[in-house]
């Protein structure tokens, strides 16, 4: 999912899957008002995950007959259990509240060097990292990626030709040409794309039912070709990436802080916080860390840079196994309205006279921002992972 140079959200596709069989839906709440987005729905038995949208609202589907035990959890949150009676093939409705806990952080631990108590988390983190790898024999997945953009057209309205035949052609390069044209040609994009994951052990992926579930205007051959390979990935790699701030690359480019611990269902959750060395770097991001005492699993990952915000959740699949749920990028929200002036702001106090092409942009922005048309670009990803079959 890191891969992905889509980084920017204002609002996702509220999109429910139905599939036959029994299933299972309803609304997560504080205390039956708030929506409690990110709740977890949990079933011990068949290891079963789902996470709910932004309207608290979640589904799981093919629940077999019977007793139904399940666990709703969330960070900050007193876990809740429930049982279903399951007797026939029908639609169930379980709403769900849940009750805000009081935690209180322990003391700040400052870490100055390599024997801290941060860095000792970071060595267990990645020590069973590698030994879960191994002890993950198999696993089945569905992920549903909701894609979203806006406003992007005015992105070659401004650019001069030759500029935006390079991003093009760069982008193209990469594999991604089709989707870039796609988003650049619309005023307005809405598509949601899912696929069904086979895994027999370490990279060993199989995918099928790619099916894309809704688009907004038509998608063709080649760009819809393109979403079903952005969802080839390793799930297990991307939480536990070497490149990743946690790992051994990653970690020569930040520096880590123990900010203390809370509760989670029973467990102690240690709170890291990274940030970069090089902090004027506008790409690297802050980062927020939640290990699980004992298990060393990373339950949530927050990311905060200058141009965007990236929640990425994770849940024990079982054996101690965590694996991400969902995923969500955020942008800086800035209308062009607002960039416009900054950028009119930056230009007039520069000591010399701007160059050619920045004129001919400014000018072509104006024009926009008189236009009275209301902007605010953004291209984003949302990913839900629910995972079955699981096999240690």
């Not at 992905?4 to 504080?30: C, D, E, N, P, W």
């Not at 949990?42 to 979640?58: F, L, R, T």
């Not at 509240?97 to 390599?114: K, S």
Request: with cysteine; charged share 25%.
């Amino acid at each position: 999912m890191k891969k992905y140079i889509y980084i920017t959200l204002v609002s996702l596709l509220a999109f429910v899957y139905k599939a036959g069989g029994q299933s299972l839906h309803g609304r997560i709440s504080v205390n039956d008002t708030l929506p409690l987005e990110y709740a977890t729905v949990y079933i011990p038995s068949n290891g079963s995950v789902a996470v709910a949208d932004k309207n608290g609202e979640y589904r799981i589907d093919n629940i077999s007959k019977g007793l139904v035990e399940l666990e709703f959890s969330h960070i900050g949150y007193k876990t809740v259990k429930k049982k279903v009676n399951v007797k026939q093939e029908r639609n169930y409705r379980l709403d769900v509240p849940m009750e805000e806990e009081i935690v209180e952080l322990d003391a700040v631990f400052v870490t100055p060097d390599d024997d801290d108590m941060a860095s000792f988390i970071l060595r267990k983190v990645w020590e069973k990292a590698l030994a879960n790898r191994k002890a993950l024999k198999g696993y089945e997945a569905d992920i549903v990626q909701n894609f979203v953009a806006k406003d992007a057209d005015i992105i070659p309205k401004l650019m001069p030709s030759s500029i935006m035949f390079m991003i093009r052609s760069y982008v193209k390069l990469n594999n991604r040409g089709a989707i870039m044209n796609y988003v650049l040609d619309n005023r307005s994009v809405e598509v949601a794309v899912s696929t069904h994951i086979s895994n027999t052990g370490w990279k060993h992926n199989s995918y099928s039912g790619q099916t894309v579930l809704a688009s907004n205007p038509s998608l063709n051959t080649k760009a819809r070709n393109q979403l079903f390979k952005m969802l080839k990935m390793d799930l297990f790699n991307e939480v536990y990436d070497n490149d990743e701030a946690y790992g051994d690359k990653g970690r020569k480019q930040y520096r880590f802080n123990l900010l203390g611990n809370i509760d989670y269902n029973g467990k102690t959750v240690y709170i890291l916080e990274a940030r970069p060395k090089d902090e004027d770097n506008a790409f690297y991001s802050t980062k927020k860390v939640y290990v699980v005492d004992g298990d060393w699993g990373i339950l949530r990952v927050e990311s905060q840079s200058r141009m965007s915000s990236r929640t990425m959740e994770c849940r024990d699949i079982g054996g101690g196994i965590y694996m991400p749920v969902s995923l969500v990028e955020q942008p800086a929200k800035i209308s062009f309205n607002t960039l416009y002036e900054k950028a009119r702001q930056a230009v007039d106090s520069l000591e010399e006279k701007p160059g050619r092409m920045v004129r001919n942009v400014m000018k072509k922005a104006a024009r926009l921002n008189e236009s009275g048309r209301q902007i605010t670009p953004y291209v984003t990803h949302e990913f839900r992972i629910t995972y079955s079959n699981v096999k240690l």
